[in-house]
């Protein structure tokens, strides 16, 4: 969707980038610029930049940038046109009405009201007359009232299409109820609910909307059913950018996290007075839940499940939170299996005691490691260390790493040097299968194969930088965007991404049209803008000449077998008409 470049200079104008970023990213001033660890890929060393000047901003780690918009796009996981929205909204700026009428955008809204709907029917279920047996259930749960309110927690009645009459009485339609995954097609053609005869917990974002479902069996109706049926991925909800209860507990978290497996024990912890849990829904812990909790959390417990699959979650989480700058911490379940019937058993200070105790998660994976050994015998000092080897040589700080060399060297009578050696190989080995792995990958992105030299066409390092001399040269100097025309061809470019870039640059100059990134945000897909903002950003030194230009294209067409082009600055006015008619033939 297009907006005027009023409104845009408006927009631009009412959210200044910094603004704009603060409450995802803590920034610090750096010269001219601020800095902080990127939302966007997982860090401890901040390679995030926010250029205060140009209103931009570029990630030196994973390459992510642009301007405001781009950044609410990629932070709140919304179209163009959503973010335009988030941000006018935020500034009160009133959007035209004639530029907002995006279909996607108006389904996504749809999606929100019949999410808000169905939370509430549920609920109602859930209190009336006819939610009896899952009254009883919460009742047996431990869950008040109040707990109840607080996360929406409904019933799903047991009939087929209970929710589908409901929402088609609110003037909902059928294909609606369909995309939003609240119903699906019966063999017979008609419409049943998805979620029947379930306990329903909503899945709530950061701005209070309703986004999805997760529904519970609370019955041996059906032996065979699912424990769990969770909302499929929908143009709202993407699981692997959503914790449950972070809405809460991102305003309680003393910048400290609960982690959990499941939503009753994120609920149980809350009602409890543990108001810092989450959990991750209906998915396995991935990369981007970590880019989530790194936004809000410097530490995080985990609160896993004590059985074998619990165990095996928490060596994946802990291998995932290692490459951002949280602090990760490992609750030992004692008492029950999950702090739900910690809690329940219990109470909450014996729950307290639990969430005290937690230890590193060095610690965790060396108690892991020694697991089963008998550690009296020569057999298992040995398997044990060769077990602990492996967790030391992938700490990071020396001094810890020296430190737990030092215990386990006391501890098992044996002398230090030779732990430290078995380490210092093992840290080598990794070192070298890290670099193959990377040197693969290069080849791959330069030449499409792995081990192959680069064809005719290969992106090499001297065709990127005169591509990029290009666009920066015409960003910085337009006027010059008009003598090379009779020279640029599409055909010119090895890489897409700059031609693209190059075309629409040149379009707007043409057009007399605004150069800041904010312009093209709507037009630009977000590898294009990452590059562009990239370029924006580069202060490597340029002549700022026409015949840098034509030393570029003339390398360019040397790459691609042709003469090179002529010295431009030598030419007179005839001697340019001349050749401009020989290059537009």
């Given at each position: 969707m297009r907006f005027s470049e009023e409104f845009l200079d408006e927009l631009r104008f009412r959210n200044d980038i910094q603004s704009v970023i603060s409450?995802?990213?803590?920034?610090?001033?750096?010269?001219?610029?601020?800095?902080?660890?990127?939302?966007?890929h997982n860090e401890k060393t901040p390679s995030f930049t926010v250029y205060l000047e140009n209103q931009s901003y570029y990630c030196f780690g994973c390459g992510a940038g642009g301007d405001c918009i781009t950044f609410i796009k990629n932070a709140e996981n919304l179209d163009y046109t959503e973010a335009v929205r988030y941000l006018a909204e935020k500034s009160g700026l009133a959007l035209p009405v004639d530029s907002y009428d995006d279909t996607v955008s108006r389904l996504r809204h749809r999606i929100y009201e019949m999410n808000r709907a169905a939370a509430r029917f549920y609920y109602v279920m859930l209190t009336g007359q006819n939610g009896e047996k899952a009254q009883n259930y919460v009742l047996k749960r431990g869950l008040s009232p109040e707990t109840c309110k607080k996360f929406g927690i409904g019933f799903a009645p047991d009939q087929w299409d209970s929710l589908v009459r409901h929402l088609k009485n609110a003037g909902f339609s059928e294909d609606e109820l369909v995309t939003a995954s609240l119903a699906r097609k019966a063999k017979n053609g008609g419409l049943i609910d998805v979620f029947r005869n379930r306990l329903m917990f909503p899945v709530i974002d950061l701005r209070g909307n309703v986004i999805a479902f997760s529904g519970r069996v609370f019955d041996d109706k059906d032996p065979?059913?699912?424990?769990?049926?969770?909302?499929?991925?929908?143009?709202?909800?993407?699981?692997?950018?959503?914790?449950?209860?972070l809405n809460f507990a991102k305003n309680n978290n003393d910048k400290k996290l609960i982690l959990c497996e499941g939503n009753m024990d994120v609920i149980a912890l809350?009602?409890?007075?543990?108001?810092?849990?989450?959990?991750?829904?209906?998915?396995?812990?991935?990369?981007?839940?970590?880019?989530?909790?790194?936004?809000?959390?410097?530490e995080v417990l985990l609160a896993y499940d004590g059985d074998a699959a619990g165990q095996k979650a928490v060596n994946k989480v802990i291998s995932i939170l290692e490459t951002t700058h949280i602090k990760t911490k490992v609750i030992k379940m004692v008492g029950g299996k999950d702090p739900d019937e910690i809690i329940r058993t219990h109470g909450k200070e014996r729950m307290r005691d639990i969430l005290n105790g937690a230890v590193n998660d060095t610690e965790f994976r060396l108690s892991q490691a020694e697991a089963g050994l008998d550690l009296t015998s020569p057999d298992g000092k040995v398997n044990y260390l060769n077990n602990a080897v492996a967790v030391l040589a992938s700490l990071k700080n020396p001094m810890e790493r020296d430190i737990y060399i030092t215990k386990i060297s006391s501890d098992l009578d044996v002398l230090k040097p030779a732990i430290s050696e078995m380490v210092e190989k093992e840290i080598k080995q990794r070192k070298n299968r890290s670099e193959r792995t990377i040197f693969t990958d290069i080849q791959k992105q330069i030449t499409g194969h792995p081990n192959i030299a680069g064809t005719e066409k290969a992106f090499n390092a001297k065709t990127k930088r005169a591509e990029e001399a290009l666009i920066r040269s015409v960003l910085q100097n337009p006027d010059f965007c008009k003598k090379l025309e009779p020279f640029i061809r599409p055909e010119l470019f090895f890489s897409e991404i700059h031609k693209k870039l190059y075309f629409n640059i040149a379009q707007k100059i043409k057009n007399n049209q605004k150069l800041e990134l904010t312009y093209f945000a709507g037009e630009l897909t977000a590898a294009e803008m990452n590059v562009l903002s990239r370029l924006v950003n580069d202060k490597t030194l340029l002549s700022n000449t026409l015949q840098e230009c034509m030393d570029c294209i003339a390398a360019l067409n040397a790459e691609k077998g042709k003469t090179s082009s002529p010295n431009i600055v030598e030419l007179d006015d005839e001697g340019f008409r001349e050749l401009f008619k020989k290059a537009s033939k």
């Open positions: 409450p995802y990213v803590a920034l610090k001033p750096a010269g001219r610029t601020m800095v902080g660890l990127c939302p966007f065979n059913a699912p424990k769990y049926i969770n909302s499929p991925e929908t143009l709202v909800y993407k699981k692997s950018q959503v914790l449950y209860a809350h009602q409890a007075g543990f108001t810092n849990a989450v959990a991750a829904m209906g998915t396995s812990f991935t990369p981007g839940h970590a880019k989530l909790l790194a936004n809000y959390a410097d």
